[in-house]
């Protein structure tokens, strides 16, 4: 190698060296700079593409479910029918039930009831109570069938709401109320249905 020999002033030879330090600085940073920026580029697109294959299948679900909405329309129109019969099969049978309580209902009453008694209403209101209007005789005539109610299996619970003398026809007589809160242990649904199927005057015996 050949001796190299700088033909420079001294004072002009510090100016014109050439600093590769601060060059292969330079070069890195550029180099890293550069690397940044590709890499940015990079995940911008992979970013963008990803976005965009997102929305492409979130379009694709909304129109099947639009495709599908006249059929889920009709899937709920058939549930809405099938809970609506339910409801109705229940309540006939509900209401079957009952229709079969009711003459057992009225042969206790009736048949619980002194000579002295004639009936002129029996009905059940919506909360299950039986309520029984009449004549008697007398008094005494009314407390025994007041007793007599009052164990029965079907009919219990009796209690007195009225008693008052009358005359009817030219005859003194009693006029009776009672009522009996518990009537073939029916829940407040069953006699609330009983009592939309049930006549709300039913007769009893006539006058003896």
Excluded: H
């Amino acid at each position: 190698m050949m001796p190299r020999i700088n033909l420079l002033p001294e004072r002009l030879r510090g100016v014109y060296e050439y600093d590769w330090r601060r060059s292969l600085r330079r070069f890195l940073l550029v180099t890293v700079v550069l690397i940044f920026l590709v890499g940015a580029g990079g995940f911008c697109v992979w970013a963008g593409r990803q976005v965009l294959d997102q929305t492409a299948q979130l379009n694709a679900v909304n129109a099947r479910l639009q495709a599908l909405a006249p059929t889920l329309a009709k899937i709920e129109a058939l549930e809405k029918d099938r809970v609506q019969t339910e409801e109705k099969v229940t309540f006939f049978q509900k209401l079957m039930d009952n229709r079969q309580v009711w003459p057992k209902v009225l042969t206790e009453v009736k048949t619980k009831m002194p000579r002295e008694i004639w009936l002129t209403e029996i009905a059940l209101n919506d909360k299950g109570v039986l309520e029984i209007k009449g004549y008697a005789a007398s008094f005494t005539s009314v407390g025994e069938y007041l007793l007599s109610l009052s164990t029965g299996p079907l009919v219990n619970e009796a209690a007195l709401k009225i008693a008052q003398e009358e005359t009817l026809d030219q005859r003194q007589v009693v006029y009776f109320e009672i009522v009996c809160s518990r009537v073939a242990n029916l829940t407040a649904d069953q006699a609330k249905t009983a009592a939309g199927s049930i006549p709300p005057n039913g007769r009893g015996a006539g006058r003896p």
